[in-house]
């Protein structure tokens, strides 16, 4: 049996806080990863000044060096990475358990088939933390990540070395250009909350224009498609709802009675 390796890669810039709390739950962690790469593009010293100059962990490794935007600094933590799991972990975003890595480990034990796989997520709505997130359908791709959360995925190098790295022509739906790629790589579903997710990234607050960005990716792998352009409508529509105290409440209504 194969033993199951994971790199964790974390990307950050100007946010040493977040850093550290991403930091201190991959140390916290019963299956340690055999390196947790830090791929550091900070306008200022703070992390590397941290980084260079407190003791870390034998697994930790850095790069303090200007980056090309999101897919890039994500292509240099993964092209420097050794595990035969590759986790993308952003500053800011923290493991729900202590066992995690332990879990999924298991997984990819008990279908050695299977190459990339992700879980629920933990994130804040309507001022409400929920936990989200329902299995990857091929069919159901023109929907956009929805219910198939980044920050939970865990892909074999492997797919990467098939299919390519991020591309930077997206500058926040390079995430979802990659699982228009993978999309017919054997996958699985985790019913399990692996991750609570930091909703200060940029995904999240230019939430519109990652919704524009997502018809142009779906576009350009499956040629024009009527029916993704109105599932994004549906979302900017919902999105503006949401804005609303009527839209909140109607959110916190439905939660009570899911």
């Known amino acids: 049996m194969q033993i199951q390796t994971f790199s964790v890669v974390t990307i950050c810039f100007n946010n040493l806080a977040d850093l550290q709390k991403t930091c201190a739950s991959v140390d916290a962690q019963t299956y340690l990863p055999i390196e947790h790469w830090i791929i550091n593009g900070s306008t200022n010293s703070d992390i590397a000044d941290w980084l260079n100059n407190t003791p870390q962990p034998y697994y930790r490794r850095w790069i303090n060096e200007r980056d090309k935007g999101i897919a890039d600094a994500f292509n240099k933590g993964i092209n420097r990475s050794s595990g035969f799991i590759i986790h993308l972990l952003n500053a800011g975003d923290v493991y729900t358990e202590d066992d995690i890595l332990a879990k999924v480990a298991r997984v990819f034990e008990l279908h050695p088939f299977v190459k990339w796989i992700s879980g629920k997520l933990r994130i804040k709505r309507a001022g409400h933390w929920v936990e989200v997130g329902t299995p990857f359908r091929k069919s159901k791709l023109y929907r956009g990540m929805r219910g198939v959360f980044h920050p939970t995925w865990f892909v074999k190098k492997e797919v990467y070395e098939r299919n390519g790295l991020y591309s930077g ?37 230019n939430y519109l224009e990652s919704l524009q960005q997502n018809i142009e990716v779906y576009e350009s792998h499956f040629a024009f498609s009527a029916l993704c352009r109105a599932w994004q409508l549906r979302l900017k529509l919902l999105h503006y709802l949401l804005q609303t105290k009527l839209g909140k409440w109607l959110f916190r209504l439905k939660n009570k009675i899911d």
């Not at 228009?180 to 991750?195: G, M, N, Q």
């Open 169 to 205: 022509r997206y500058k926040i739906a390079m995430d979802y250009d990659m699982m228009c790629r993978i999309y017919e790589e054997r996958y699985a579903f985790v019913d399990k909350t692996l991750v609570v997710f930091d909703d200060s990234g940029i995904s999240s607050v």
